[in-house]
């Protein structure tokens, strides 16, 4: 077969190119240390690579979002212990007042304490991360969630919160609104509140009480209104004025039971004071110390009033500092929950970026080896190809 010359050194120049192609492939394979430099290098390779780099981008997202959600919930957390330490100082105050011997200057300097302690409360639930973000504003993070206006509190917040994603299909709470930490707290002792009529003359108070039968309660749950008919005597109606407890004798510190509960009232009432028993509603934090100012600054309120309205409020307070144990504890829940994320993403990352490794990274051995052996390839390519292209039919002839 005849092979033309320019066939040759087509031939020969092709296979010389390729040739140093392949060393500068090695060449830049040995210079970045990636093996795969395009999809042309190793198409099955560079798909597992480009979805498993999307795992860790994905991944390392994880942890940014980990990490501000841990950031929040530790601010609130510190917010939560501030807040726990302003209702404990207003319990504190409120048995301090709850003595029958103190005068009305000493009540009005207690309700002088409360009040800035109530003003701390709005301050504490107002508190903001280093961007100027309510913590308890909720979505609305941007607008002051707490607003007091003379003796009233409002809430103008969000009552849904910001969830953010840890892990694959793992969300997270990065904060409470301030509507379920300071102002839906169950009223009374969580199942009825108890209270005094405005118009009672007599002595006598009335306690929180207590549930005896929680089924038979969740059966008549109503409003009840417990009437002296002489001080001591008494009867319990219902809120259609039907008895429920015929007269009664009373005895002052015994037990009132009906409907599932009871309550003790305690002093001399007079004939005609009334006390009520309703169904526990909600208050906020706010009210309960704004009321307990109110009662403490009163100079109209009977002793027995006073007394009644105060242990009310202690009641209450206690609601309010169960409550923030209970939110500043799944607050730690989540944290917990975001640090085990993390580690889990941490690892996560390690494994996919040595995946990766194996996958893409130079063997720098094999690859100066094979450099090697491509440029003596080369060499001898060249050296053949300007040796055989002297040749000539001339050097023959002669």
């Known amino acids: 077969m005849?092979?033309?010359?320019?066939?040759?050194q087509n031939d020969a120049l092709y296979a010389i190119?390729?040739?140093?192609t392949q060393v500068a492939q090695t060449q830049n394979q040995l210079s970045t240390g990636l093996t795969l430099q395009n999809a042309a290098d190793n198409p099955v390779a560079m798909s597992q690579v480009n979805e498993l780099d999307n795992q860790l981008s994905a991944s390392q997202q994880y942890v940014t979002n980990g990490n501000g959600a841990t950031t929040?919930?530790?601010?609130?957390?510190?917010?939560?212990?501030n807040a726990t330490n302003v209702l404990q100082s207003a319990q504190s105050l409120a048995t301090e007042a709850n003595n029958g011997a103190l005068n009305g200057s000493q009540r009005q300097d207690i309700a002088t304490q409360l009040q800035q302690l109530l003003q701390q409360l709005?301050?504490?639930?107002?508190s903001t991360d280093s961007n100027g973000n309510y913590l308890f504003a909720g979505t609305a993070s941007a607008t002051q969630p707490f607003a007091q206006s003379g003796s009233s509190v409002a809430y103008s917040g969000s009552d849904t919160v910001n969830q953010v994603e840890v892990a694959p299909n793992q969300f997270i709470s990065q904060g409470d609104t301030g509507s379920s930490v300071f102002m839906s707290i169950p009223a009374g002792n969580g199942t009825f509140v108890t209270g005094a009529a405005a118009g009672n003359t007599g002595s006598a108070s009335i306690d929180t009480g207590s549930v005896t039968d929680p089924g038979t309660w969740a059966s008549n749950a109503g409003a009840y209104t417990i009437s002296f008919v002489s001080p001591t005597q008494y009867e319990v109606t219902n809120s259609a004025g039907a008895v429920v407890v015929n007269p009664t004798s009373y005895t002052s510190g015994d037990a009132i039971a009906f409907e599932g509960v009871q309550v003790t009232v305690s002093g001399t009432p007079a004939t005609?004071?009334?006390?009520?028993?309703a169904p526990a509603g909600t208050a906020s934090a706010f009210s309960t110390l704004s009321s307990l100012v109110t009662t403490l600054n009163s100079t109209t309120l009977t002793?027995?009033?006073?007394?009644?309205q105060v242990g009310t409020a202690l009641q209450q307070l206690g609601n309010a500092v169960t409550?923030?144990?209970?939110?500043?504890?799944?607050?730690?829940?989540?944290?917990?929950?975001?640090?085990?994320?993390?580690?889990t993403a941490t690892s996560d990352q390690t494994t996919i970026q040595s995946t990766v490794s194996q996958l893409s990274?130079?063997?720098y051995a094999a690859a100066t080896t094979q450099l090697s052996t491509e440029e003596i390839a080369l060499q001898a390519a060249e050296e053949s190809y300007a040796s055989i292209s002297k040749l000539s039919l001339f050097n023959y002839l002669g």
């Open 303 to 308: 002793s027995a009033q006073i007394t009644t």
């Open 122 to 126: 709005v301050s504490v639930a107002n």
């Open 72 to 81: 929040n919930l530790q601010l609130e957390e510190q917010a939560l212990t």
């Open 272 to 277: 005609g004071d009334e006390f009520t028993v």
């Open 2 to 8: 005849t092979i033309s010359t320019v066939t040759f």
């Open 323 to 343: 409550n923030l144990d209970n939110v500043q504890a799944s607050v730690g829940a989540r944290i917990d929950a975001v640090s085990t994320a993390k580690t």
């Open 361 to 363: 990274d130079t063997d």
């Open 17 to 20: 190119d390729a040739l140093d």
